[in-house]
């Protein structure tokens, strides 16, 4: 196995790039990078780390959409969280299910859910909600109402 | 050559859930897939950010009826790793004994299943028997059948009384007795040989790419537990081995599941013995601002949670991941090539079992006498098996364990 932890590689290999860097435990990091640079870390931990994307989640904030993508490193028993923020009202970022299939779905339940646009990705759908489920209405907003 | 549309779905009789497939389909060869989900949303997710820290506990049980304690052990990981918290030996060693109860349950209900789509309905019962017992044990030992209501953020909710552990020492004694038996039947068997092997594939390069996990990612030959990468509980301080088999095919995703059984009893066993006297709940008074991630191995693999709070009494976002919403997209890869009878088995991830004719006679209709005995049809069923055996050139690790079964009965 390489000797160097993953989290210091990419600390390496990226510098400024990662805005923070938070380490609430061992086996828990989160990581903040500009939404333009998600694509190139999230390359670089799947591809080169070897780390096997969980999930991402999404979660409106007053200040804009944050976006976190879970990879966990088996052989460290680390899981590296890489947080973003896109803004409102039209939130948009760059898709990584180009070259990760596993982000394939949750990026299409992400824009079902909260409206977030991924920009060239591989299959842009609606995933859990309905056909019929009105356009530009998005559950996990803040400022959702309900439907009539 | 014209391609064709083959709908399988949304409501079809593999699938317990509804979901659908749409197979392309060249000849009888599948060119691609489509799936839509979404048939069973209910909205868990907002939901539970309407409940308080301690009600999530059960709104997330109800997510799956099957492995209804994974998802509370990944909401409750996510929550003490949100504050912190530690909490009592005892505690650990009880989420252990439930969630592998669990697992024993759910891989034979699997099991059963497996064996009745492919129409050996022999093993769906057997398999089904054995499951009864595992079932009383969560009745006894929780007082539901499933649904067992035990975690709670900071420990569990009741204790375990040790009177119970003798029997259930000799049920686990009985089921690892009662599977070596069943893998070794259903691992050797010819024809599930023939139908199970090559068949939907998944390479390791695949199964990385969709981020399979569970038995499907350790059927191909990847050691991907969460037990082992993220310990929670009390796994770390149990001995015990992950199961991996390299085939990559259908056949080698019964082989893991067939296999986890025994260990899962292994692993009950030791923790009865092992179980420190002790409190069983840390009682946290009040979960701080911040945000947790909690995963658990379910019986279908990695269960994800994760939550955020603000100080308050309930979660804000309460993210929760399934295993099968990133099993599922990995059919893309295991389906194309194959035709559409192979498909679903791939979908329903079908599997092994035989058939066993040892309870049956056939009778001359006017008489009494018996012209074929349980005897003669016992003899006509292996000899069939011996032939298949060399048509099919079936070799198993677990025939030699087959062998010392049945010289020891």
């Known amino acids: ?148 | 050559m014209k391609r064709t549309v083959v709908p399988l779905g949304p409501f079809h009789p593999l699938l317990e859930e509804a979901e659908f497939f749409k197979l392309y389909v060249e000849g009888e060869t599948v060119v691609d897939i489509d799936m839509r989900i979404g048939y069973m949303h209910r909205g868990i997710e907002k939901l539970s950010t309407l409940k308080n820290w301690d009600q999530s506990t059960f709104v997330v049980e109800r997510i799956c009826g099957i492995c209804s304690t994974s998802h509370p052990i990944a909401y409750v990981n996510a929550v003490e790793d949100l504050g912190q918290f530690t909490i009592p030996e005892r505690a650990e060693y009880i989420r252990v004994i439930i969630c592998e109860l669990e697992r024993i349950h759910s891989h034979l209900l699997w099991v059963g299943l497996a064996g009745h789509f492919i129409g050996y309905d022999t093993v769906f019962m057997w398999a089904w028997k054995y499951r009864e017992p595992i079932l009383d044990i969560c009745e006894k030992l929780t007082g539901n059948r499933n649904h067992y209501a035990m975690m709670k953020p900071g420990g569990i909710r009741r204790d375990l009384n040790p009177d119970d552990f003798p029997w259930v020492h000799k049920e686990m004694d009985k089921i690892i007795k009662e599977m070596e038996m069943l893998v070794g039947a259903v691992l050797d068997d010819p024809v599930l040989h023939a139908r199970t092997k090559g068949i939907g594939v998944l390479t390791p390069e695949d199964a990385k790419g969709y981020a399979t996990v569970g038995p499907t990612v350790r059927a191909s030959g990847i050691p991907d537990d969460i037990r082992v990468d993220d310990p929670y509980a009390a796994y770390d301080r149990l001995d015990w081995e992950v199961i991996t088999w390299g085939s990559c095919d259908v056949f080698a995703k019964a082989a893991v599941r067939l296999l986890e059984i025994i260990e899962s009893a292994k692993m009950i066993k030791q923790a009865m013995d092992d179980m420190p006297e002790g409190p069983i709940d840390a009682c946290i008074k009040s979960v701080p601002a911040g945000e947790g991630i909690g995963h658990a191995e379910a019986p279908r693999g990695e269960v994800f949670h994760y939550v955020r709070g603000d100080g308050g009494n309930s979660p804000i976002r309460h993210k929760i991941r399934a295993p099968s919403y990133v099993n599922i997209p990995s059919f893309k890869a295991t389906c194309v090539g194959h035709t559409i009878s192979d498909v679903a088995l791939i979908t329903a991830a079908v599997d092994p079992c035989y058939c066993c004719t040892e309870r049956m006679a056939v009778f001359e209709r006017d008489s009494d006498e018996a012209i074929m005995s349980g005897k003669d049809l016992t003899e006509r069923s292996r000899s069939v098996t011996r032939r298949l055996k060399e048509d099919y050139g079936a070799e198993t690790p677990v025939e030699k364990m087959v062998a010392k079964l049945l010289k020891g009965q």
């Open chain 1, 1 to 148: 196995m390489n000797e160097e932890k993953t989290l210091d590689t990419v600390k390496n290999k990226f510098g400024d790039t990662l805005l923070d860097i938070f380490e609430r435990s061992a086996n828990r990091v989160y990581v903040t990078v500009d939404k333009k640079d998600v694509p190139a870390v999230c390359w670089f931990m799947f591809r080169e780390c070897g780390g096997r994307l969980c999930t991402a989640s999404g979660i409106d904030t007053r200040s804009g959409i944050e976006i976190l993508y879970h990879f966990m490193f088996v052989s460290e028993h680390q899981l590296i969280t890489v947080k973003t923020k896109v803004a409102k009202p039209s939130p948009e970022i760059e898709s990584i299910g180009t070259f990760l299939p596993a982000a394939i779905w949750i990026e299409r339940e992400l824009f079902d859910i909260l409206g977030v646009t991924f920009t060239n990705h591989p299959d842009p759908r609606r995933l859990i909600m309905a056909d019929d489920w009105p356009e530009g209405v998005y559950p996990f907003r803040r400022d959702f109402k309900g439907v009539d």
